[in-house]
């Protein structure tokens, strides 16, 4: 079982790499924040800021928060070269930096399937609600078993080799979910479960402070 800081510096190895290969926010991300606006957004495990950018339009100011120095880097540069306006720090999701009831519109995408334990996968539900404002709204995302690349129907970890430019293989810790689990850690947290659904190989949940 790796640890959680074994997947901090995965992504420091990684995320520039990551953030070239990877410049498109998804579509369910896009489509949830339809008609929403707020104050304050968030992104937790941003990378390279790609769902912050969706935020920034449609928040006041967006915090993107990751563990790895190298991801608020590449983050920090897509706001930069797009111009738009980003505040980004490091930061655990099990343990965010941020005060209570402050944001209003946050995602939490393909980032709690990286967290080694249950228990740290919970905790970070509970801190996204301990941020959240009243009325505040959240999507969180997570590695389905429905994807294609698996033949599996229950959730399982394993781990996911990144393989750099030079040929050089990193693995990935992940949690793959199925729904019922996923569903599962959703009520289990101090978040109000407003839509559970999946996308694209992907569990989602819309989700309220």
């Known amino acids: 079982m790796p640890r959680r800081r074994d997947v901090r510096r995965t992504y420091e190895r990684i995320a520039t790499h990551f953030a070239e290969t990877r410049p498109e926010p998804w579509a369910e991300v896009a489509s949830f924040l339809e008609g929403r606006s707020g104050d304050v957004g968030l992104d937790v495990g941003a990378g390279n800021g790609r769902h912050a950018e969706l935020l920034a339009a449609r928040v006041d100011r967006v915090i993107a928060l990751d563990a790895s120095r190298a991801a608020v880097g590449t ?3 897509r706001a930069a070269e797009r111009a738009f306006e980003l505040g980004a720090c490091l930061g655990d999701a099990a343990r965010l930096p941020v005060r209570g009831s402050v944001v209003d519109l946050a995602a939490y995408v393909a980032t709690i399937h990286h967290l080694p334990t249950r228990e740290g996968r919970i905790a970070s539900l509970d801190e996204l609600a301990r941020v959240l404002a009243p009325g505040g709204t959240a999507i969180v995302s997570a590695w389905s078993v429905s994807h294609g690349r698996f033949d599996r129907e229950s959730a399982f970890d394993t781990e996911i080799d990144w393989t750099l430019p030079d040929g050089e293989t990193v693995p990935r810790f992940y949690h793959v979910y199925d ?11 101090a978040l109000c479960v407003a839509e559970v659904f999946e996308s694209h190989g992907n569990c989602y949940g819309v989700v309220e402070g």
């Not at 729904?179 to 947290?189: H, I, K, R, T, V």
Request: proline share 0%.
């Open 75 to 77: 983050a920090l540069d």
């Open 179 to 189: 729904l019922g689990e996923f569903e599962a850690d959703l009520a289990e947290s």
